[in-house]
């Protein structure tokens, strides 16, 4: 498995992990009409810093386990060659591309919610939303590119 | 328009090279092994660069490991 892989998978599952608890807080805030401004403001604090925090440290994670088992299947000291060369920076540009397409999208479909009489905080939720649904959408698309070449 | 693709003849240089595996060219070109997959599966074209590095690793004009011809039109 590459280098590119390896990060998008580990992105992939911190940013699914991290949409899966914002949904969890987010949606009975919403059903119970509870949508005060501090806890939405606090959850996104929340999401934006472990979205970090997760992905930094599962990606060192990831090359730890990944070089304890390269070094027990061949019983060498020689790390794992992780390099990103030139077909994985493209594969990353266009995952990036489809990311910054998405969350053009979601945030004026967010603004629009704002223009038809929805509350602020409901157009700030959307917008944390799309920002996680791009990443992960952003990611996927990687996979897609890899698969056909570039 | 008539599509042109790029067609390579790397499986054969590997094999006329004392059978190099594609991760020891991928080491001496300086990319990952899926890269050369993609290339030699002509999934991906190189860039200029990666194309004379290719040459270079088998001691080769260009020419003789990448060609450009009309799609379906394979030596």
């Known amino acids: 498995m590459s280098y590119r892989k390896i990060s998008i998978s580990v992105s992939l599952v911190s940013t699914l992990l991290i949409m899966g608890y914002y949904l969890l807080n987010l949606i009975p805030m919403f059903q119970q009409g509870d949508l005060i401004s501090e806890r939405v403001f606090r959850l996104a604090a929340i999401v934006i810093i472990a979205s970090i925090v997760l992905n930094i440290a599962g990606n060192i994670l990831a090359h730890i386990v990944i070089n304890i088992v390269h070094a027990i299947q061949t019983q060498s000291e020689k790390e794992v060659r992780m390099i990103e060369d030139e077909r994985d920076k493209l594969i990353g540009l266009k995952g990036t591309q489809v990311s910054y397409i998405v969350f053009s999208l979601g945030v004026l479909a967010s603004m629009l919610t704002f223009v038809f009489g929805q509350p602020g905080l409901v157009m700030f939720s959307l917008i944390i939303i799309f920002s996680l649904l791009a990443e992960i959408i952003g990611n996927l698309s990687q996979f897609y590119f890899d698969s056909q070449g570039s | ?75």
């Open chain 2, 1 to 75: 328009m008539q599509k042109h693709q790029v067609h390579n003849n790397i499986r054969k240089l590997r094999f006329n090279n004392g059978e190099m595996t594609q991760e020891q060219l991928a080491e001496k070109a300086g990319v990952t092994r899926q890269t050369i997959i993609a290339i030699e599966g002509g999934k991906y074209a190189p860039s200029l660069e990666l194309a004379f590095k290719i040459a270079l690793v088998f001691g080769v004009p260009l020419q003789d490991v990448f060609s450009y011809e009309l799609e379906g039109d394979e030596k």
